[in-house]
């Protein structure tokens, strides 16, 4: 059998590309510290923020909503956050009942009050799941962030705050979404550590 050889030089390139798209959030400063603005101002109001995204971004959505409930660094209070994709009993039970493209509005419809945050990731933007659930997130008179890729998809332009890493390949994107989620929970958590 013949011996795998490793591409060390493919490894390297993937690590630049993720260096890359990570550094690319530079110029999206701005819209970050409006993302944490918003959150602090809706948690400090006594609202939640429900959060979700499938696959990979489901997997950022629970990573999101733990370090909320938890802690990123510091010990301070506990702060209200739901990851929609995290109840395997809701997601079937609302798969089969109304179909995939409702997981997460109806969720957002039965948790989901006016002031609360709606947090997206999609690497395309283009599920119609969370499509879906960011228009019950505007019925509700929630707030809406959308953590978006490529060109954005027809999710841009939707929420009340989004970042787009435009990037074509969905591991950047999500390598720069998981930087992005960190840089916004280390701001939060300055506000709460003050």
Wanted: charged share 20%; aromatic share 4%; glycine share 8%.
């Amino acid at each position: 059998m013949k011996k795998f050889k490793v591409d060390k030089i493919r490894i390297r390139k993937n690590i630049a590309e993720s260096a890359a798209a990570i550094s690319s959030l530079s110029s999206n400063i701005d819209q970050i510290a409006a993302m944490s603005s918003a959150i602090i101002a809706a948690l400090k109001a006594g609202r939640k923020v429900l959060v979700a995204g499938n696959g990979g971004s489901a997997a950022e959505a629970l990573h999101f909503a733990e370090e909320l409930t938890g802690r990123f660094k510091s010990n301070r209070e506990p702060l209200a956050a739901v990851a929609l994709p995290a109840d395997c009993t809701a997601l079937t039970c609302i798969g089969n009942d109304f179909g995939f493209d409702a997981i997460f509005s109806r969720q957002v419809e039965a948790l989901g009050r006016p002031g609360d945050i709606l947090v997206l990731f999609s690497t395309s933007g283009n599920s119609r799941n969370l499509i879906t659930a960011l228009s019950a997130a505007a019925r509700r008179k929630m707030k809406t962030i959308c953590l978006l890729g490529k060109n954005g998809g027809v999710m841009a332009g939707k929420a009340d705050h989004e970042l787009i890493v435009r990037h074509g390949e969905t591991a950047r994107i999500q390598e720069a979404h998981q930087a992005v989620l960190h840089l916004i929970l280390d701001v939060i958590e300055q506000a709460y550590t003050k």
